[in-house]
């Protein structure tokens, strides 16, 4: 009998189950390595190199490389383990987490300080919120990168 | 004999470590956040406990996918702040309670709870970022700390039924030390954030008030709310608030005295909610 999953009609989330971590295992591995400063610095001085190192898929690695974490977290990765590569590249989490969105990071940060998504319309998929897969992507940063 | 005097609930957001290390309290923005813990910071120094029993996540910190224990007790004598990736937060060494934690550990296991001991664990911002909000700045920690870290990072993450258990478990396993500490509980992580995929950056106003409401009046209701009632209501990481039912199920069976409450939206991704519960 399958396992119920009830998470997976929620729009825009992937929920880091049994599944995703077992997908993401040399993935989050690669990630928790850049918690040394030594691997860091390797990593920044030949990234494809460095990457080449784990037994990682080659997609993987290619979205690694494009930074395109929801790329990443279909392919098994997970937030605290990828905020490792954001960290490398000096980035903040709010920087990461608005990235995910196609917003820009003023546009990200000026929605947070409004009281931040709202959760009407984004409960379930299907419904109109601007979480939805119909309404991707939110900002003039996705909107760019279409064109 | 040992007791819980109170209970702390706090969000942990990394920034406001942060914002801390880097001298931006005053600013605007993070003045709204560290405002609403000026009373704490005042109430923990008239009410500095023996020690402090911190339940939060390691965040792909100590634990990598290579050992995920759902709930992990800290036995050591010290914990390092961890380098997370931007450099170790420039805090003070946590002191910890081995002779305490190695009794709660062996009464709580006894009771049907696995936790997984600890002997070496460095501690990440879950950990350090409630106590610099609950501390400020100082030399080093007011009292030691057994840390206590519960899986949140992969799912499926213990219940709220099965947390506010073992918070009640816990109290009993203090109660049984047989020397006159006072001891804290604090449990940490929330309130409404999720900070993956398109729908990053979801807040729940409301529903973080009435987790609130039903935190401090009937948290034995609260703890049967379901998993995925947090994820679709209270986003992704919002399931940090598990940990919360912990620190309430240690409380006594009377209502708790609310000696402080606080709200803001937002730091960083995420919704900050504060209480300070006393035993009465």
């Known amino acids: ?147 | 004999m040992a007791r819980i005097t109170a209970s702390v609930y706090t969000s942990h957001v990394p920034a406001i470590g942060a914002a801390l290390d880097l001298g931006k309290t005053g600013e605007p923005y993070w003045q709204k956040v560290f405002s609403g813990y000026d009373f704490s910071r005042q109430w923990l120094r008239d009410n500095t406990p023996d020690v402090i029993f911190l339940v939060y996540n390691d965040h792909a910190t100590a634990f990598s996918l290579e050992m995920i224990p759902t709930f992990a007790i800290g036995c050591a004598a010290e914990f390092q702040p961890a380098d997370e990736g931007w450099g170790p937060r420039p805090v003070p060494v946590v002191k910890g309670h081995p002779e305490l934690a190695a009794h709660i550990a062996q009464s709580v296991i006894q009771d049907d709870f696995d936790l997984t001991i600890v002997n070496r664990m460095p501690v990440d911002h879950g950990l350090t970022v409630p106590l610099s909000l609950m501390c400020g700045q100082p030399a080093a920690w007011p009292c030691p700390v057994i840390p206590f870290a519960v899986n949140v990072v992969q799912y499926p993450v213990p219940s709220g039924r099965r947390c506010y258990n073992l918070g009640r478990a816990i109290r009993k396993a203090v109660a049984s030390y047989d020397q006159p500490l006072k001891v804290q509980i604090w449990g940490t992580g929330g309130m409404s954030h999720q900070l993956q995929g398109p729908r990053a950056g979801l807040i729940n106003r409301e529903w973080d008030s009435a987790f609130l409401d039903r935190l401090i009046a009937d948290p034995a209701d609260l703890a049967q709310m379901s998993h995925i009632e947090y994820v679709r209501e209270a986003g992704s990481e919002g399931i940090e608030l598990v940990m919360w039912l912990i620190a309430r199920g240690a409380m006594s069976d009377n209502p708790p005295r609310v000696a402080h409450r606080f709200y803001h939206v937002p730091a960083s991704n995420t919704a900050v909610g504060h209480l300070i519960l006393e035993n009465t």
């Open chain 1, 1 to 147: 009998m399958a396992l119920d999953k009830p998470y997976q009609d929620v729009p825009g989330t992937t929920i880091f189950d049994a599944e995703q971590s077992r997908l993401g295992y040399h993935l989050n591995q690669f990630c928790m390595s850049l918690m040394k400063a030594e691997n860091r610095a390797r990593f920044k001085a030949n990234e494809r190199a460095y990457l080449d190192e784990w037994l990682m898929t080659e997609e993987q690695k290619q979205a690694v490389l494009a930074r395109d974490l929801n790329w990443c977290i279909r392919l098994g990765g997970n937030i605290y383990f990828l905020a490792k590569i954001g960290a490398t590249d000096g980035k903040s989490f709010q920087q990461m987490a608005g990235s995910m969105t196609g917003m820009t990071e003023e546009e990200y940060r000026d929605m947070m300080i409004a009281g931040g998504r709202s959760v009407e319309g984004n409960r379930v998929v299907g419904e109109d919120g601007n979480a939805q897969a119909h309404r991707q992507p939110q900002g003039k940063a996705g909107r760019k990168e279409a064109h």
